[in-house]
Every structure is written in structure tokens, then in C-alpha cells.
């Protein structure tokens, strides 16, 4: 069974706006980790924000939040005042504290264009 | 000064060569990675080494081979090279293995194209 779900291949947004990327999670694990990272064209894989699963606030880092909805098992992520920039791939991952060796494992991503 | 740096950025090579993909990290860190991202973008753990020692070896042909001379160096070879090698791999590293919370540092990336 797949651990990270990200059901939107590809998602448009206009300039300004904001938009959220959806990530659902599986595991049964009470102690994990997720993470959001962004592969631009370039193609360098850039960390943008961290939840753990014991955070009783949503994070935030600066444009980027994370809506971490626990009993759904879902850490989507929030842009806001999207910009040209953003535009890449988002991934989507999670580290459990049990399991080997706690290796980060990703969902599938999902391309994000912003548009003029 | 790069964190993690990976060399060669780009690698073209026929099928049945031997090839390696060097990989240094400057952060200090304990623990290093291997990840291939396939051509729909997926990326998936191939090795993981903490202080030398290999700790993950996920289901990869025994033609790649992972050395670690030391701790900030985590080199990918890989034995006669097939089609299906294609891909970007990536090395990454983190300070520790076993918090949750630790974030992976990446190298930029190694594009392989079989012919």
C-alpha cells in the first residue's frame, strides 16, 4: 500500500492567488514526521516546511503552511500570493519512527504551474 | 560552498559499462542516501549509510554497489550498465537516522541516459 497519496498530477494557479496541494499519509506509526520538498526545473530538490505528527500548531514558513488534519491523515500544503516561481513539482513525504532504518518516502508529486 | 555536491551532473554512457556517481557532503552530517527519481518523477530510497555502515538496502540489483570511504562520502557504482538504469539519481544527507523530524539535505542531482 502506497504511504504518501498525491491525487492532483498537475495543478494551475493564477499569480497572487493561493492554492493547496493535497497529501493524505498512511501508517500506523503514533511518532512520524512530514515533510514537504519542491524540485523546480532546475531539478534540485529544495525543503520548504516540516509537521510532526505531536505539533499541536500547523507549521508555517513564510508563503508555505501546512494544514495537518491528524485524524485524516492529511498534510496538504498551503501557498499563498502564489508567484512565477513557484512553479515545479511538489513532493510530498514522510519519515515513521519505527520501521528500518526511518527512511523518508515520497508520494508521486504534483506539478504546480503558476500562471501569469 | 555547495552541501552536498555529486559528480557528474550529467552522465551518458552505452549499455554494458561501468559507471560511478561520487558524492561528498560538507554539512558534517552522520547519515547519507541514495535515491533514483524514474522518468514519471518518482523517487525511491535505493541505499542509506550511517558512519560507513550500510543501513538500508532497498531492492536494487547487485550491480549498483554503494562505497563509503568515510562519513561525508557516499559513491554510487554501477556494473554493466542496462536501459532501464535511466534516471536522476540523487545522493542526500541528514545529521542523524534516527529523529523523525530530520530533513534531508540533496545534491543537485545526477542525470544517467543509457544508450
Known amino acids: 500500500a502506497q504511504k504518501i497519496t498525491q491525487t492532483q498530477p498537475g495543478m494551475f494557479v493564477q499569480e497572487k492567488e493561493a492554492v493547496t496541494l493535497d497529501c493524505t499519509y498512511d501508517t500506523s506509526d503514533p511518532s512520524y514526521g512530514l515533510f514537504w520538498y519542491k524540485q523546480p526545473s532546475s531539478g534540485e530538490m529544495i525543503f520548504l516546511i516540516y509537521?510532526?505528527?505531536?505539533?499541536?500548531q500547523n507549521a508555517t514558513e513564510g508563503r508555505y503552511s501546512l494544514n495537518f488534519q491528524k485524524a485524516r491523515k492529511s498534510a496538504n500544503l498551503v501557498i499563498s500570493a502564489s508567484q512565477l516561481g513557484d512553479s515545479a513539482m511538489y513532493f510530498c513525504a514522510m519519515r515513521e519512527a519505527s520501521g528500518s532504518a526511518r527512511q523518508l518516502t515520497f508520494g508521486s508529486g504534483t506539478q504546480l504551474t503558476v500562471l501569469p | 560552498d555547495t552541501a552536498v555536491s555529486q559528480t557528474p551532473k550529467y552522465l551518458v554512457t552505452q549499455m554494458g559499462n561501468d559507471k560511478s556517481i561520487k558524492c561528498e557532503q560538507n554539512l558534517g552530517h552522520d547519515t547519507m542516501y541514495w535515491y533514483k527519481q524514474d522518468s514519471k518523477k518518482f523517487l525511491k530510497i535505493m541505499f542509506s549509510?550511517?558512519?560507513?555502515?550500510?543501513?538500508i538496502n532497498e531492492t536494487v540489483p547487485n550491480r549498483f554497489s554503494p562505497k563509503s570511504p568515510d562519513k561525508a562520502h557516499l559513491n554510487l557504482h554501477i556494473n554493466s550498465l542496462e536501459l532501464g538504469d535511466s534516471a536522476v539519481y540523487f545522493c542526500?544527507?541528514?545529521?542523524?537516522?534516527?529523529?523523525?523530524?530530520?530533513?534531508?539535505?540533496f545534491g543537485s542531482g545526477t542525470q544517467l541516459s543509457v544508450l
Open positions: 509537521q510532526g505528527s505531536y505539533d499541536q
Open positions: 549509510y550511517n558512519n560507513k555502515e550500510l543501513i
Open positions: 542526500a544527507s541528514s545529521q542523524v537516522l534516527a529523529a523523525t523530524n530530520e530533513k534531508l539535505f
